[in-house]
């Protein structure tokens, strides 16, 4: 299993980005994928989940700004983000579970200036 993230990169507050989190080894739809994101000197924290039904959840101080979605055909998932603020600025990173087992990827970074 290998989860790699693209599609950070900085931009102006009130900006846009789409993350894509491009999965690998497994069948990415039959399983939960998790976006978290770490701000220098914080902790990691939950962003949004997208479960395998498609169901979607998000934190709070994302909600209305943020969207996960996947594309089954490309064993993607991806974060659509827009409005964004200084304050979403982070490494962000997505995380799925298979048999029992933790997968991260290596982070792709956003700044919001």
């Known amino acids: 299993v290998q989860l790699v993230e693209s599609g950070g990169g900085s931009v102006q507050a009130g900006g846009s980005l789409r993350l894509s989190c491009a999965a690998s080894?497994?069948?990415?739809?039959?399983?939960?994928m998790t976006w978290y994101r770490q701000a220098p000197g914080k902790e990691r924290e939950f962003v949004s989940r997208?479960?395998?039904?498609?169901?979607?959840t998000y934190t709070d101080s994302v909600k209305g700004r943020f969207t996960n979605s996947r594309d089954n055909a490309k064993n993607t998932v991806y974060l659509q983000m827009n409005s964004l603020e200084p304050e979403d600025t982070a490494m962000y990173y997505c995380?799925?579970?298979?048999?029992?087992?933790?997968?991260w990827g290596q982070g792709t970074q956003v700044t919001v200036s």
């Open positions: 995380k799925t579970v298979w048999h029992g087992r933790d997968f």
């Open positions: 080894g497994y069948t990415a739809c039959n399983y939960d």
């Open positions: 997208i479960v395998s039904g498609s169901s979607t």
